[in-house]
């Protein structure tokens, strides 16, 4: 079924997916709240330690996850519309009870961690399945790296319009009203998102490029894609890259304050903003990448330059270098969050996408145990991050020897 009535429909999806990830995330402007959490009481914050103030970013991570993964299998079943509504509801009520419950440590915790971030991942896990089965699958990469790419570029706005709220009106309201926001604007978006009608066939670009098919597509369930190789490959380098750029992103305000002496609040958040812009070029860039040279080349450049990035990023002392290095984290961590779902669609089909994305998208989840939480707990012991960077650079290096293995069990797929 193809027509042009059809065409623009793909496309009012689309971009209504990237709008609604825009709308839900938030989760990437903590940084700009996790500085008002950890300043005094005397200059209206919670005076919280660095690790009290990570934990809800933490905990919100791992939240989004498991809610991925609910909310994949629900819209697999009953499709997307309901769900991605019911994502709306959840993120702007999480934000409004932050805000009411004031200076409470567990409340905070609590409402941004696990009701914001139960609506973050079921929003999340139903946008990439309707929009990639309306569009030709040479198209993976590209469609999966705009629509993650909204989510990231979301701090681009959240960080200014929370540095503003937060010196005009304090945390409390500044959470009240960033809730506000997003439930209105998430029930207008939430509208427009469905799957294609039954039947329909997207149409073929005129130059196809065949670099991206690394494996056949076939519709495997769940189980079928647990047991295969690639697939714990796959989850081990997903869950350790991805810790390393939350890391960075968790505590980008905290690493110019302490690296390159800046306090200012405009500053501070303008970096924030800069690291969720070059967050989204890598995922839009990573996925169209991705289509070219394939999902395991475009995996092997993203733990090179990461490596290389983390070893030598406490030498960032001044912020042009601080800048290179914030590029760097961007575009990997973007890219990495595009190739992942277009990997999973090749490896195991849209069938089931929603629920196996979801599986996979755990390793993200649990991602934000490790280097997020162990660089706080050291930079409350050191006064620095030194030592997670020489951590995270053991980290990426060692990913680009599992991305070797995959790119091997996947020739021999291909072989048989």
């Not at 929370?162 to 945390?171: F, K, T």
């Not at 190739?339 to 629920?355: E, I, T, W």
Request: hydrophobic share 50%; glycine share 12%; with cysteine.
């Amino acid at each position: 079924m193809k027509s042009p009535a059809n065409q623009q429909g793909a496309v009012t999806v689309l971009c209504a997916c990237v709008l609604f990830n825009l709308t839900i995330g938030v989760l990437y402007a903590w940084s700009i709240l996790k500085s008002q959490l950890t300043a005094p009481i005397s200059e209206g914050g919670y005076g919280w330690t660095v690790s009290q103030a990570g934990l809800p970013f933490s905990l919100a991570i791992i939240v989004f996850a498991l809610a991925v993964l609910v909310g994949g299998r629900i819209q697999d079943k009953i499709g997307p519309n309901r769900v991605v509504t019911a994502s709306g509801f959840f993120v702007g009520f999480g934000l409004i009870l932050s805000g009411l419950i004031g200076n409470s440590f567990i409340g905070v915790t609590l409402s941004f961690g696990i009701i914001a971030g139960t609506g973050m991942g079921i929003g999340y896990s139903c946008l990439a399945p309707p929009a990639l089965k309306w569009f030709h699958p040479s198209k993976k990469g590209l469609v999966s790296g705009l629509i993650v790419g909204g989510f990231g570029l979301s701090a681009v706005f959240y960080a200014p319009i929370a540095g503003v709220l937060l010196d005009r009106l304090g945390i409390e309201a500044t959470l009240i009203t960033l809730g506000a926001g997003a439930l209105v604007l998430c029930m207008i978006i939430s509208r427009f998102i469905k799957n294609p009608p039954h039947g329909y066939i997207p149409a073929a670009p005129a130059n196809t490029s065949q670099s991206a098919k690394i494996a056949p597509a076939n519709d495997y369930n769940w189980r079928e894609m647990l047991q295969t190789k690639r697939f714990r490959l796959i989850f081990i380098m997903f869950l350790f890259a991805s810790s390393v750029g939350l890391m960075v992103i968790g505590n980008m305000s905290k690493i110019a304050q302490t690296q390159t002496d800046i306090s200012d609040a405009v500053i501070l958040a303008g970096l924030v903003s800069f690291l969720a812009l070059t967050n989204t070029l890598g995922r839009v860039a990573g996925g169209i990448m991705s289509d070219k040279i394939g999902r395991i080349n475009s995996l092997f450049v993203i733990f090179t330059l990461q490596t290389l990035n983390m070893a030598v990023f406490t030498f960032y002392q001044n912020l042009p270098m601080l800048i290179v290095g914030i590029i760097l984290v961007g575009f990997c961590f973007g890219t990495l969050l595009s190739v992942m779902p277009a990997l999973c669609a090749d490896m195991y089909g849209l069938k089931n996408f929603g629920q196996n994305y979801g599986i996979l998208f755990l390793a993200w989840g649990f991602s934000g145990i490790i280097s997020p939480i162990i660089s706080d707990l050291l930079f409350d012991l050191t006064g620095s991050f030194n030592i997670a960077y020489i951590m995270c650079t053991i980290i990426t290096g060692a990913m680009i020897f599992v991305n070797v293995l995959l790119k091997r069990d996947i020739h021999k797929l291909q072989a048989i």
